[in-house]
T-cell receptor, first 115, second 116 residues
Framework: DAGVIQSPRHEVTEMGQEVTLRCKPI?????LFWYRQTMMRGLELLIY????????DSGMPEDRFSAKMPNASFSTLKIQPSEPRDSAVYFC?????????????FGSGTRLTVV | AQSVAQPEDQVNVAEGNPLTVKCTYS??????LFWYVQYPNRGLQFLLK??????LVKGSYGFEAEFNKSQTSFHLKKPSALVSDSALYFC??????????????FGQGTTLQVKP
């Protein structure tokens, strides 16, 4: 298995532009999580899905952020419009069952820089 | 509020010496606790977990963790550190949901530096 695949690995964009981050979870995993990592705030859970349905989006910073999971093998996190304070590393993780009975598997992350 | 804390930003040890990375938690009910490791420019990797049972949990790469209910702690340990253990370590706790749901919240992370 190739693991959790995120794209792009790096993204540099100008303030105000739309940014879309992509994630392919491990086949068969029924939970998908989006985390954001910054030096100041550490690792924050933004949203998670179970069987493609959003369960908890209380961590989504504001309406500029949206996430979708149209099927079991693909999810997107969109920021529109982007702002410099959105600069961070965004991780996607998947697991079989909710809290990681077998541990979460993380992707390598997308490093987003908004200038 | 449910939370997890890692009181040390950085831990420095010499290769071959034992290491401890500290974690304390605050949750309602029985805690489900986890340790993850992050190498530079990589995602987090699962090391070990405590759900129930023996208070000493063994995990990957020779790491173990000791659950202490009275002190609400779940410290990560290794008897003999390797330079390759140098990385960022995260403690996490499950909050909310039932036995198969909920989410993990992570501590701020502790950088482990093992010197030759």
């Amino acid at each position: 298995d190739a693991g959790v695949i995120q794209s792009p690995r790096h993204e540099v964009t100008e303030m105000g532009q739309e940014v879309t981050l992509r994630c392919k979870p491990i086949s068969g995993h029924d939970y998908l999580f989006w985390y954001r990592q910054t030096m100041m705030r550490g690792l924050e859970l933004l949203i998670y899905f179970n069987n493609n349905v959003p369960i908890d989006d209380s961590g989504m910073p504001e309406d500029r952020f949206s996430a979708k999971m149209p099927n079991a093998s693909f999810s997107t996190l969109k920021i529109q419009p982007s702002e410099p304070r959105d600069s961070a590393v965004y991780f996607c993780a998947s697991s079989l069952r909710g809290w990681g009975n077998y541990g979460y598997t993380f992707g390598s992350g997308t490093r987003l820089t908004v200038v | 509020a449910q939370s997890v804390a890692q009181p040390e930003d950085q831990v420095n040890v010499a290769e071959g010496n034992p290491l401890t990375v500290k974690c304390t938690y605050s949750v309602s009910g029985n805690p489900y606790l986890f340790w993850y490791v992050q190498y530079p420019n990589r995602g987090l990797q699962f090391l070990l977990k405590y759900i129930t049972g023996d208070n000493l949990v063994k995990g990957s790469y020779g790491f173990e963790a000791e659950f202490n209910k009275s002190q609400t702690s779940f410290h990560l340990k290794k008897p003999s550190a390797l330079v390759s253990d140098s990385a960022l370590y995260f403690c996490a706790v499950r909050v909310g949901g039932s036995s198969n749901t909920g989410k993990l919240i992570f501590g701020q992370g502790t950088t482990l530096q093992v010197k030759p």
